[in-house]
């Protein structure tokens, strides 16, 4: 059942009744209903009201393939735009990617408007209601090996922050390994698959998912503080201008990490980092250390102070720690 024509009918927030949609889409009213039911299990907000019929609030702009392409940076607009692909709905960008990188490609990038079982970080789920947010995977090749990627996640983070200011989002801090935060709300997230040998070749994808207007509904499923774009700046977000700055810094930032790794990045993220001086705890499967954050070496390592001296964390979850900072006093 294709909704795309009846989505663009009601992308403009107006009202319209299921006869007139009906006799514009050459389709029943019973038709309409259904494509009205499907649309609401993407998570898009229809209001119904007797008398006056269908509308979106505050009416849904899609993206463009053709109007994130125009966009992009021009040195970069040559590389990415013949493996770009936008999607209306797919279980995960991330699957996607990876599915190109299994057939033999080296750069993808993909796009949707809805995903029905995106990935978090540490298994979690990634809550994707249609048209409101930003879902994207870049797969990218490195020729160094697995061994050459520590702080790679760090310069992802970092990469999304710069296109925000670039679109005039201010206060927007990072948290390790690769949290984009406002006021310590969660604004974006990163999750990095990687496939290759620790010397040779190997691929990475790279998923990142911002919100852009979270649709209270949705936001209702997410089990830590989030923020989105709407909220923290209150004026409308054009996601197609979003999109692009995000992958054109992405990649810009990619190209100087293979070449020169995280240092160049170090102090951009201790300039960002919501946690640093404070007391963690760093939970990496069952191992929980707690300490004082004191920021991150020149491979984007985290440095914890713990009371049995300085620690060098690879891997892990931050938290803020009340509990030591009692055992402190």
């Known amino acids: 059942m294709n909704v795309i024509p009846l989505l663009e009918q009601l992308s403009d927030g107006d009202f319209r009744s299921g006869q007139a949609l ?38 849904l702009v899609l ?14 607009r040559d590389r990415i735009a013949a493996a770009f692909d936008l999607h209306f709905s797919v279980g995960s960008t991330n699957t996607e990617a990876l599915a190109k990188a299994a057939s033999g490609s080296d750069l993808y990038l993909v796009m949707t408007e809805h995903q029905s079982s995106g990935r978090g970080r540490r298994g979690r789920s990634w809550i994707s209601p ?26 992802c983070a970092l990469a999304v922050r710069r296109a925000l200011a670039r679109e005039a989002y201010h206060g927007i801090e990072v948290k390790w390994p690769n949290d984009v935060l406002f006021q310590r709300r969660k604004l974006a997230g990163i999750l990095l698959e990687v496939s290759g040998d620790i010397s040779g070749p190997c691929k990475v994808v790279i998923g990142i998912g911002l919100n852009t207007e979270m649709p209270a509904q949705a936001g209702s499923r997410i089990d830590q503080p989030y923020s989105d774009l709407r909220a923290m700046a209150g004026r409308p977000i054009d996601r197609n201008r979003l999109a692009a700055a995000v992958i054109s ?13 995280f240092a160049p990045f170090k102090a951009e993220w201790v300039e960002a980092d919501s946690y640093l001086g404070e ?19 020149e491979t984007g390592r985290l ?15 931050v938290m803020p720690s009340l509990r030591l900072t009692k055992g402190r006093d």
Do not use: C
């Open 63 to 76: 993206l463009s393939r053709a109007r994130i392409t125009a966009a992009l940076d021009a040195g970069i």
């Open 279 to 297: 007391p963690v705890e760093v939970h990496s499967g069952q191992t929980v250390l707690k300490g004082v954050y004191t920021g991150v070496d």
């Open 22 to 59: 009906g006799r514009e889409l050459g389709i029943s009213r019973a038709a309409i209903w259904k494509h009205i039911e499907q649309l609401r299990e993407l998570g898009v907000s229809i209001q119904a009201v007797t008398g006056k019929g269908y509308r979106i609030p505050g009416g």
């Open 249 to 261: 810094e992405l990649v810009a930032a990619i190209s100087v990490f293979e070449s020169h790794g």
């Open 303 to 317: 440095l914890l102070q713990t009371a049995e001296g300085a620690r060098l964390v690879a891997g892990g979850e």
């Open 130 to 155: 249609f048209g409101r947010n930003l879902y994207m995977s870049l797969l990218w090749s490195f020729q160094g090996g697995v061994s050459t990627l520590e702080g790679l996640s760090l310069v």
